[in-house]
């Protein structure tokens, strides 16, 4: 049947990797496809992300939504309604521990007010897909008879670690980047009375999540893995963002130059991917769950590690893609990393395959404002064949993918952990 369907799909240029994740998940999503008169319509409903593809006809369009409203974070969660509501409540007695009862005395009456508005302006307003991910992933590691409200409780808890160690990286990133938004609205440096200090309350924010594993998890015999996990993986974050701070001060000094794209190599992508994104937002959240289901096995964090890190690479690419060629109305966003000059897998590969002439031209227009720029970029794009590229390296990654996860045995990991955040 899987054969069947990745024939289908790929013959109607439909997303594969999607369509089957959705099918794999025990329910948790459902698949439609109905055909008239050679029209070819997929839809795809389940949790958190990027699922549908409408085809108008055989060939797909450039501006057929990337996304489908249905198919949205807000109409299906990872978690329910109930247990959201749960987690969010653990939030509110964080913040008041950490903001209040955590202070020395003599600092609760002079930093208390500010601390706690720090953390409710930076870290509950996300997606909070990493924190959902640390108990969804324990419910499926663990038998029923350990779902006990204390255990759940402390999986929320470890869930907001990720959240705070998120908001550390964003509320420093924004000003790196002089940002003047971040989720809707203005970047914690912008406000009123904030300026840099902003930069000392992202180190606060960092601190947060070393005295939430002192608190909760000290007496637990995984403390000093949970330490060595978040060490490790803050490291490889602040590498992966040395490189992408360091590819963006080498383009500006050059930006409209012939030599200014030289560095955009897929290497160097591929480490930016890796370090800044992926260790924190795909590795951390599960390899937490596992701590915390006590799995010691070393190779099962390796296999993991190997799928997560990939599964990583692939949602990065995508939303490069969709940068590009999404629809801004179904995405969300406008997309500017061409504007920004951004170290994107299109331009990455756009300079594995232009000419010299192009790539010349490309050099002068890449990181400009001007809409007639954008648009040359763009054309370039799809003269070169980036499109169909991309949905041949979706293929491929779903097959890939999908062989690692079946290597491994249902009695070393659940598969519908991968297949949950694949279908994301």
């Not at 409203?69 to 409540?89: C, G, L, T, V």
Request: glycine share 6%; with cysteine.
């Amino acid at each position: 049947l899987i054969h069947f369907i990745k024939r289908f799909c790929r013959m109607s240029r439909l997303p594969c990797n999607r369509f089957i994740a959705r099918l794999l998940q025990n329910g948790a999503g459902a698949a439609k496809v109905s055909g008239q008169n050679g029209a070819v319509a997929a839809q795809i409903s389940g949790q958190n992300g990027v699922g549908f593809l409408a085809q108008p006809g055989p060939r797909w369009n450039l501006q057929t939504r990337c996304m489908s409203k249905d198919d949205a974070p807000a109409k299906h969660p990872m978690y329910s309604q109930h247990e959201k509501r749960d987690f969010m409540n653990v939030f509110t007695d964080l913040n008041r521990e950490l903001s209040f009862e955590h202070l020395p005395k003599d600092l609760v009456p002079l930093l208390g007010k500010h601390l706690t508005k720090c953390i409710q302006y930076n870290v509950p307003d996300g997606k909070k897909n990493r924190g959902y991910s640390v108990p969804f992933t324990y419910r499926l590691l663990t038998p029923e008879s350990q779902h006990t409200e204390e255990n759940l409780r402390l999986a929320c808890i470890l869930g907001w670690t990720v959240e705070f160690l998120q908001a550390f990286f964003l509320v420093a990133d924004d000003i790196m980047d002089q940002s003047e938004t971040r989720r809707g609205k203005k970047c914690w440096y912008k406000k009123p009375h904030i300026g840099l200090t902003a930069f000392n309350d992202s180190i606060i924010l960092e601190t947060c999540v070393y005295s939430i594993l002192d608190q909760y998890f000290s007496d637990k015999p995984f403390y000093q893995d949970l330490l060595k996990l978040y060490h490790d993986v803050t490291r490889y974050t602040c590498y992966g963002q040395a490189l992408d701070l360091m590819s963006a001060e080498m383009f500006q000094e050059k930006i409209g130059k012939v030599h200014s794209l030289e560095h955009f190599t897929m290497d160097r992508y591929k480490g930016i991917v890796k370090y800044k994104t992926s260790y924190y937002s795909f590795y951390l959240p599960i390899a937490l769950a596992m701590r915390l289901a006590e799995i010691k096995d070393p190779n099962l964090y390796l296999k993991a590690e190997h799928i997560l890190l990939s599964m990583g690479n692939y949602f990065q690419i995508q939303d490069d893609f969709l940068d590009c060629f999404g629809d801004p109305a179904v995405t969300g966003k406008e997309g500017t990393d061409i504007q920004d000059g951004k170290c994107s897998w299109l331009v990455v590969v756009a300079l594995q395959r232009a000419s010299h002439a192009q790539v010349k031209e490309l050099a002068k227009r890449y990181g400009s404002s001007s809409a007639e720029d954008v648009a040359w970029v763009k054309t370039l794009y799809q003269d070169l064949g980036i499109v169909k590229l991309f949905h041949k390296y979706e293929g491929e990654f779903y097959d890939d993918i999908m062989d690692m996860i079946q290597q491994i045995r249902g009695d070393e990991l659940p598969q519908q952990i991968f297949h949950s955040l694949l279908a994301r």
